[in-house]
Nanobody, 124 residues
Framework: QVQLVESGGGFVQPGGSLRLSCEAT????????LGWLRQAPGKEREFVCT????????TCAEPIKGRFTVSKDSKKDTIYLQMDDLRPEDTAVYHC?????????????????WGQGTQVTVSS
């Protein structure tokens, strides 16, 4: 069982930045890939970024590469999503998630634990 709690969402103008945090707790966290996924109104949930428990092998979806960066605190079970040059199409609820048995994964169907989500709104 894994519990995930996100923080850091909010309202930002186009071109701005936000940093999301996700604290993971539970047993055997090192057996999980950690990731960020998002869901915009009226759209399916989509993969954003993933990273392994050691904080290596960060991978992000092609459309956002160069703008978003995923990282992990080496001393805590906390991952971060640094989002720069935000655009209105980035508006969504962002979820932290964990996938058991994977080191990293870009497939949303592999994620079996989810945080409650944090709203990110990009608008002028």
């Amino acid at each position: 069982q894994v519990q995930l709690v996100e923080s850091g969402g909010g309202f930002v103008q186009p071109g701005g930045s936000l940093r999301l945090s996700c604290e993971a707790t539970g047993r055997a966290i090192d057996n999980y890939a950690l990731g960020w996924l998002r869901q915009a109104p009226g759209k399916e949930r989509e993969f954003v970024c993933t990273i392994n428990y050691a904080g290596n092998s960060p991978t992000c979806a092609e459309p956002i590469k160069g703008r978003f960066t995923v990282s992990k605190d080496s001393k805590k079970d906390t991952i971060y999503l640094q989002m720069d040059d935000l655009r209105p199409e980035d508006t969504a609820v962002y979820h932290c998630a964990a996938a058991h048995g994977y080191t990293t994964t870009t497939y949303k169907g592999h994620y079996n634990y989810w945080g409650q989500g944090t709203q990110v709104t990009v608008s002028s």
